[in-house]
Nanobody, 119 residues
Framework: QVQLVESGGGLVQPGDSLRLSCAAS????????TGWFRRAPGKEREFVVSISWRGVTTYGADSMKGRFTISRDNAKNTVYLQMNNLKPEDTGVYYC????????????WGQGTQVTVSS
């Protein structure tokens, strides 16, 4: 089992930056793929970005490329989401997820952290 705990959310203004963290418990975290999702108010959950255990990054919408960066520190069992030039439409609950090798699905989820971008 892997437990994921997100942190770093908050209220920021448009154009600001924010870094989310996802701390994972459990062994062999370095062999898991990890990703970030978000759910905006009144909308379906949306895939943001993922990083495989080999370090390959995959983005969701093009609007996130160049603004959002995912990284992982396997020594700390932590995944980060650096978000720059935030926009009001980035508002939502951000979730971290982890996938076992060969799973084909997201096996573990965090509880989410709220990000609000507003002037």
């Amino acid at each position: 089992q892997v437990q994921l705990v997100e942190s770093g959310g908050g209220l920021v203004q448009p154009g600001d930056s924010l870094r989310l963290s996802c701390a994972a418990s459990g062994r062999a975290f370095s062999t898991y793929g990890t990703g970030w999702f978000r759910r905006a108010p009144g909308k379906e959950r949306e895939f943001v970005v993922s990083i495989s255990w080999r370090g390959v990054t995959t983005y969701g919408a093009d609007s996130m490329k160049g603004r959002f960066t995912i990284s992982r520190d396997n020594a700390k069992n932590t995944v980060y989401l650096q978000m720059n030039n935030l926009k009001p439409e980035d508002t939502g609950v951000y979730y971290c997820a982890a996938s076992r090798i060969g799973s084909g699905s997201w096996d573990f989820w965090g509880q989410g952290t709220q990000v609000t971008v507003s002037s």
